[in-house]
T-cell receptor, first 113, second 115 residues
Framework: GAVVSQHPSWVICKSGTSVKIECRSL??????MFWYRQFPKQSLMLMAT?????????EQGVEKDKFLINHASLTLSTLTVTSAHPEDSSFYIC?????????FGPGTRLTVL | GNSVTQMEGPVTLSEEAFLTINCTYTATGYPSLFWYVQYPGEGLQLLLKATKADDKGSNKGFEATYRKETTSFHLEKGSVQVSDSAVYFC??????????????FGTGTRLKVLA
């Protein structure tokens, strides 16, 4: 399989605080992990791509200082939303990939008050 | 750039009805095409895929054919069940200039099947 978990599944935070979301590949080692953002009734928008041990590559328009990505091991990547604001409220989905398969996490719903 | 366009939902059908969800794409290269399904509260699951023109992907009674001449990958099922109720995403995967595979998703189509 290609089982991917995310934690937490939902989080509510106050404006100005930072939130960390974890993404884990449970039954395979992910050489590459992706972070997506999904707005209501819209498609998944790729935010960044990270390879284990390397700096993440961010898509155009995504602030790398605001969305910190760490891919510390072959099974774990984290996305930290720093100084969150209401406009950061969204559904964040991670994806993990090895050469033979790709799995998607169940998503994390972030609400910033 | 590459893009995927799929029909807006929601689509509401009665059980055993025929399903078609349209998907068209724009790509500069030769992408692989996918349909993913997202059940409530769960992550995206690969439903089927096709890697080259005229390939037909199939799984769980769903089918889609990679049509290069019409740049389409429409999803079909002959007889839907209530358990098919979910959001369906059409996607393509292609290499970018740095050699990394990237997915581009459509907006998703919500399917609701009534008993």
């Amino acid at each position: 399989g290609a089982v991917v978990s995310q934690h937490p599944s939902w989080v509510i935070c106050k404006s100005g605080t930072s939130v960390k979301i974890e993404c884990r590949s449970l039954d395979f080692q992910a050489t590459t992990m992706f972070w997506y953002r999904q707005f209501p009734k819209q498609s998944l928008m790729l935010m960044a791509t990270s390879n284990e041990g390397s700096k993440a590559t961010y898509e155009q328009g995504v602030e790398k200082d605001k969305f910190l990505i760490n891919h510390a091991s072959l099974t774990l990547s984290t996305l930290t939303v720093t100084s969150a604001h209401p406009e950061d409220s969204s559904f964040y989905i991670c994806s993990a990939r090895d050469p033979g398969r790709t799995g998607f996490g169940p998503g994390t719903r972030l609400t910033v008050l | 750039g590459n893009s995927v366009t799929q029909m807006e939902g929601p689509v509401t059908l009665s059980e055993e009805a025929f399903l078609t969800i349209n998907c068209t794409y724009t790509a500069t290269g030769y992408p692989s095409l996918f349909w993913y399904v997202q059940y409530p509260g769960e992550g995206l699951q690969l439903l089927l895929k096709a890697t080259k023109a005229d390939d037909k992907g199939s799984n769980k009674g769903f089918e889609a054919t990679y049509r290069k001449e019409t740049t389409s990958f429409h999803l079909e099922k002959g007889s839907v069940q209530v358990s098919d109720s979910a959001v369906y995403f059409c996607a393509l995967s292609d290499r970018n200039t740095s050699g990394t595979y990237k997915y581009i998703f459509g907006t998703g189509t919500r399917l609701k099947v009534l008993a």
